[in-house]
């Protein structure tokens, strides 16, 4: 009889360690983002500034090379003055064509940050609100193996820290 109470204990000891894992889930974060309709509307947008941004380039483009046809097919009849002008307004807009590209790039990108923002944190809660709701303790990215939610925990760095003499 005591060794049934033992063997009892031990079970349900080793099935309360068990059952207190939780259950691990997983997603594709990728997948869910092209079932959502906001990721339509923000690459529409995205895709608007884009263009209105290309559209300027290609206005200074032209005027360069207008600028540059205009040079080539007068360079003999300019005077030495008008010649060294027209070489720096040259160099000026080929100049100011690359930053304006360089600007551009940087703007696409925080575009498509602050367009792409709501629709991750909007994700993100959902994931988070399922994983609450339905008990798990940790959701995976499937595609990236990253942990999208995990209860909360005790933040070790002061504990690893100390032990690194790191203050």
């Given at each position: 009889m005591k060794r049934i109470f033992v063997l009892f204990i031990l079970v349900f000891g080793i099935s309360q360690v068990y059952s207190q894992k939780g259950k691990t889930g997983h997603i594709d974060v990728t997948a869910l983002y092209s079932f959502m309709p906001e990721l339509k509307a923000a690459n529409e947008a995205y895709l608007k500034f884009y263009k209105e941004l290309d559209t300027n380039i290609k206005v200074m483009e032209a005027n360069y090379q207008a600028k540059v046809k205009y040079f080539n097919d007068n360079a003999g009849t300019l005077s030495d003055f008008i010649k060294q002008s027209k070489e720096k307004e040259i160099k000026d807009l080929q100049a100011q064509i690359q930053s304006f590209r360089q600007s551009a790039q940087e703007e696409l990108t925080k575009k498509q940050?602050?367009?792409?923002?709501?629709?991750?944190?909007?994700?993100?809660?959902?994931?988070?609100?399922?994983?609450?709701?339905?008990?798990?303790?940790?959701?995976f990215n499937f595609n990236e193996n990253n942990i999208l939610y995990a209860e909360a925990s005790d933040d070790i760095m002061p504990l690893v820290k100390q032990k690194l003499g790191i203050k």
């Amino acid at each position: 009889m005591k060794r049934i109470f033992v063997l009892f204990i031990l079970v349900f000891g080793i099935s309360q360690v068990y059952s207190q894992k939780g259950k691990t889930g997983h997603i594709d974060v990728t997948a869910l983002y092209s079932f959502m309709p906001e990721l339509k509307a923000a690459n529409e947008a995205y895709l608007k500034f884009y263009k209105e941004l290309d559209t300027n380039i290609k206005v200074m483009e032209a005027n360069y090379q207008a600028k540059v046809k205009y040079f080539n097919d007068n360079a003999g009849t300019l005077s030495d003055f008008i010649k060294q002008s027209k070489e720096k307004e040259i160099k000026d807009l080929q100049a100011q064509i690359q930053s304006f590209r360089q600007s551009a790039q940087e703007e696409l990108t925080k575009k498509q940050t602050s367009l792409l923002e709501p629709i991750t944190k909007k994700a993100k809660q959902a994931i988070q609100d399922v994983a609450k709701e339905k008990g798990y303790k940790y959701i995976f990215n499937f595609n990236e193996n990253n942990i999208l939610y995990a209860e909360a925990s005790d933040d070790i760095m002061p504990l690893v820290k100390q032990k690194l003499g790191i203050k």
